[in-house]
């Protein structure tokens, strides 16, 4: 499998050939409209994936911490005696759609008069215009204390409890009635309450269908139709497609060939969303995992939480994951959030070591105690949202008020730069001849006859610290016309500034296979913070 080439997105992408949606911004350094295309139909090279930037000398990664938005949390629990008075939890997703935000979340009531806990979780749907400001609307379609006026999804042909919910827009399904298609985290019984992967389809994404005929006993599932193998498994952190196949995201602890330490990230898949493979694949393991510590201490250590929820760019995922801080009681366990990557749709891994993506809140504030991952990912204007949830794990007996959606806001598709590393210059008498900052991409697939445009994401450009782009073949040899006195130069900073030969966008007669060569040039050339590099097919 090749998953990062221009000629594995025309294949995969080819229903958005024709055109590039652009959308009109206001971007913040120049208050200029700038038009923006969107950057999950192009090829992406991020600055921190070291599968597409292998060959680097002189540059340092650093990756950017997002703040977390005024307005949080922007989904706020209902009033009392409504679907989700008790809590708003975002082990969710948000699809963009005809311009329109659209949001699933698990919604908890407060009627405590309900002894059948896994009854009183159901999922349950919001929407916004501008990705901020969201509303509730009256579906219609499920009844609730007497009455059908909420924003409750439907589900059938049985009521299920809902701990999660991951939906896919799934646009290449030939079947309409399938367009959307859901991963729940419900619950069976065998001897104890387990988890496992309860699937649904939909044409709208408001009215679902199991595709088998299933009734459920207290809202949960029965053995006998559970899919998965009969062991507990927190299916739906993530959802996604890869290569043809779906891929159910989720945490358990059980024994893998490998032995680790408590919960881990798990992937489930599918070829069709109806028959699922039994076998499953370690996603990631965070190092502290390596070491046992023992039967009965299942909470305690450093650990994964809830699988990983993902930003699918094409030729690479993007992923959220909780951050376990186990202890021996729950009144100090805490949980943050980490960001992982992955180039094959199966194993993830860490830009940046053990590093924070973003912190729990501080006690008395909304996300105090610890923070889920919910898949909602938005480039809206200059910035990127990343919507998270909010649980705190140190009083969960207590079955207090919970949840909300909360937005981590970074400038747009900057979440790490390669910035220009001095020290490998040498000081005093050791220091070396002048030394290119520069780095060379994996070899690209072209597209015989095509000719893909390239766009850079950077900042601190200018006449004195610029880009020099050239293209290479296979074997990193010149391709003439895009290299040396024909190199292209990039002096604007921008969230997708063109680069151009000689005044042409386009990059016509290629080699089949390209490589691109980037240098930090100039005086000033420590300023340049570079983020990501796009190439796109020809129009």
Sequence with gaps: MQPMTVHHFILLQGRFIATILITAFLTASSGMAEELFDETQVTTLFAFDNVSIPHVQNLRMEMRSPKKHPSNPVLTRGAAGTPDAKGVQFYGSIIRENNKYR?????????????????????????????????????????????????????????????????????????????????SHVYFRH???????????????????????????????QKKDVLLPGIHFEPSGGLYKWDGMFYASGQNSMDAPRPYHGRVARVYRSPDFYHWSQTSSLAFTRTAQNTLLGPGRSREGEQTHEGISVWNRGNILLGISGVWHGAKEWKDVSIDLGFVVSNNGVHFREPAYERLFLERGKDGEWDQGGLIQGQGFENIGDETFVYYGAWDPRHWEEEPLRGGVGIAVLPRDRFGDLVVEKSGEGPGD??????????????????????????????????????????????????????????????????????????????????????????????????????????????
């Design 191 to 221: 001897n104890t309450r387990l988890g496992t992967l309860m699937p649904f389809v939909s044409a709208d994404g408001l009215t679902w269908r199991s595709e088998r005929e299933i009734i459920t006993k207290k809202a949960e599932l």
């Design 430 to 539: 050791y220091q070396l001849p002048e030394v290119t900052s520069e780095f060379i991409t994996k070899a690209i697939d072209v597209r015989t006859g095509s000719s893909p445009r390239f766009y850079v994401n950077a900042e601190g450009l200018g006449n004195e610290a610029s880009l020099k782009i050239e293209l290479l073949d296979a074997q990193e040899r010149p391709v003439p016309g895009y290299s040396g006195k024909n190199a292209a130069i990039v002096t604007k900073s921008g969230f997708q500034t063109p680069v151009e030969w000689k005044g042409k966008t386009g990059a016509s007669g290629l080699p089949k296979r390209i490589c691109v060569h980037v240098s930090f040039e100039g005086k000033r050339n420590t300023d340049i913070r570079f983020s990501a590099l796009y190439i796109s097919p020809d129009l």
């Design 103 to 183: 949001l699933w979340y698990v919604a908890f009531d407060d009627d405590k008069t309900n002894k059948v806990a896994s009854s009183r979780w159901r999922a349950a749907y919001a929407e916004s215009d501008d990705g901020l400001n969201w509303v509730k609307p009256n579906l219609g379609l499920v009844e609730f204390a007497g009455n059908k006026n909420n924003n409750l999804i439907l589900t059938q042909p049985a009521p299920f409890g809902f701990v999660n919910v991951k939906v896919l827009l799934d646009p290449e399904d030939p079947d309409p009635a399938r367009r959307y298609k859901i991963s």
